[in-house]
């Protein structure tokens, strides 16, 4: 079965600063991979997909990702972060079983944005 | 319409009761998923289903029950529960690859 990582529980930045969080998955041959955004009391956002194609990836809000193969990883990226960006971040493999996908999310990373 | 609609959003039941949670989507998607979801953890996989047949359960116990009337429309019927049930109930739809749009959840309490 499928499996991701996500090494940093939390992760302190001062606004306006850039930041990564990082997100490793186990390693197969074909591979479908999400980060999903979840503000308190919410439901989860997606905030970016990597199916196939380019390995660098754009989405919402100004976050992008790169799919890497040989290091098995899909860390997530901004330039510059608000402290709107407070959140809890999850990183996520799609898992096949029979006819259905379903979702597999690592433990998450909670972004904490300073003034 | 792009989005999926839980209700209620806040529920508070006590261990004998019986309620209902419910979720909605037109986006035309042919999986639905029920999750479950502690504070400070990541969202768990209760239920899947395909072309509104159950396809994966993974080991709930029976005092969860899933139900999917059409392809609109997924519900989850709650009795006896434990106040280790208080979660935040979350609903998806997926058309492809497990792509999942969620809702924005049932906040549970047991009593």
């Known amino acids: 079965a499928q499996s991701v990582t996500q090494l940093d529980s939390q992760v302190p930045v001062f606004e306006e600063a850039p930041v990564e969080l990082r997100c490793n998955y186990s390693?197969?041959?074909?591979?479908?991979l999400f980060w999903y955004v979840q503000y308190p009391n919410q439901g989860l956002q997606l905030l970016l997909k990597?199916?196939?194609?380019?390995?660098l990836v754009k989405g919402i809000n100004g976050f992008e990702a790169e799919f890497n193969k040989s290091q098995t990883s899909f860390h997530l990226r901004k330039p510059s972060v608000h402290i709107s960006d407070t959140a809890e971040y999850f990183c996520?493999?799609?898992?096949?079983?029979?006819?259905?996908?379903?979702?597999?999310f690592g433990s998450g990373t909670r972004l904490l944005v300073r003034p | 319409d792009t989005e999926v609609t839980q209700t209620p959003k806040h529920l508070v039941m006590g261990m004998t009761n019986k309620k209902s949670l419910k979720c909605e989507q037109h986006m035309g998607h042919r999986a639905m998923y029920w999750y479950k979801q502690k504070a400070k953890k990541p969202p768990e996989l209760m239920f899947v289903y395909s072309y509104e047949k159950l396809s994966i359960n993974e080991s709930v116990p029976s005092r969860f029950s899933p139900e999917c009337p059409n392809s609109s429309l997924l519900n989850l019927h709650l009795h006896a529960l434990q106040p280790e049930d208080s979660a935040l109930y979350l609903c998806?739809?997926?058309?492809?690859?497990?792509?999942?749009?969620f809702g924005s959840g049932t906040r549970l309490t047991v009593v």
């Open positions: 390693s197969s041959v074909s591979v479908y």
């Open positions: 990597y199916l196939s194609g380019s390995t």
């Open positions: 998806a739809s997926s058309q492809t690859f497990g792509e999942a749009i």
């Open positions: 996520a493999v799609s898992d096949r079983r029979d006819s259905s996908y379903k979702l597999i």
